[in-house]
């Protein structure tokens, strides 16, 4: 069908928690909205994958390299925590938790998938680890079946190196906005981290 209206509603619905209710609603209001605002979002969406790009240090996305993180001079050199999504890194950041570096894995250890150390780039954290003389990596995986096992991955590679390997105390809230119980949580699964 070829109304401007369904095409738009079409490709709304294919964003994830969107469906074809929303879609068509969003459309609509999309429809009423000022012109500069549709403009700049038609100019954000467009140019979105140009300007963002992983950091070359920890794989985080960010609009430079090294990201905002790894460029922050006032932030603790001596521990790393692993994450295994940017939204992840979020959530932690949000929750003011932990004041160290991070390792995006971008994925979870998973070899029938064919995601194994080299997707995660562990070798390119452990040139970090070798380079900065960092005392601790903090996994901070789901604690399901993959979230384990990238623990285990990490704790082997790391095995008979000057570094402890921990692992926080609960996984981490998954899927939209922090609440603030979740920053509590997570405050405390930071606490609470037990070496591996
Ligand atoms: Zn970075």
């Known amino acids: 069908m070829t109304n401007a209206i369904f095409q738009m509603a079409e490709l709304l619905a294919r964003l994830p928690g969107i469906g074809q209710r929303t879609a068509l609603r969003l459309t609509f209001h999309l429809l009423k909205a000022p012109e500069e605002y549709l ?22 996305l960010s609009q430079g390299d090294p990201c905002e993180i790894c ?42 998938d064919g995601i194994g150390p080299g997707e995660l780039k562990i070798d390119l954290l452990a040139a970090r680890v070798a380079k900065s003389g960092t005392r601790e990596l903090v996994v901070a995986t789901r604690s399901s079946v993959e979230g384990e096992a990238t623990a285990m991955l990490i704790r ?40 591996i």
């Open 71 to 112: 460029s922050d001079d006032g932030r603790d050199d001596s521990v790393i925590c692993i994450v295994e999504s940017v939204p992840d890194l979020w959530a932690i950041e949000n929750s003011g938790a932990f004041r160290g570096r991070y390792h995006v894995l971008h994925g979870m250890l998973s070899p029938l």
């Open 156 to 195: 082997h590679v790391f095995e008979g190196r000057d570094v402890k390997i921990s692992r926080i105390a609960s996984g981490i809230p998954h899927g939209g906005e922090l609440e603030y119980s979740d920053k509590m949580t997570l405050g405390r699964a930071f606490e609470g981290r037990r070496e």
């Open 39 to 60: 403009q700049k979002l038609g100019e954000e969406i467009a140019t979105l994958r140009e300007r963002v790009c992983p950091c070359s240090e920890c794989r985080n």
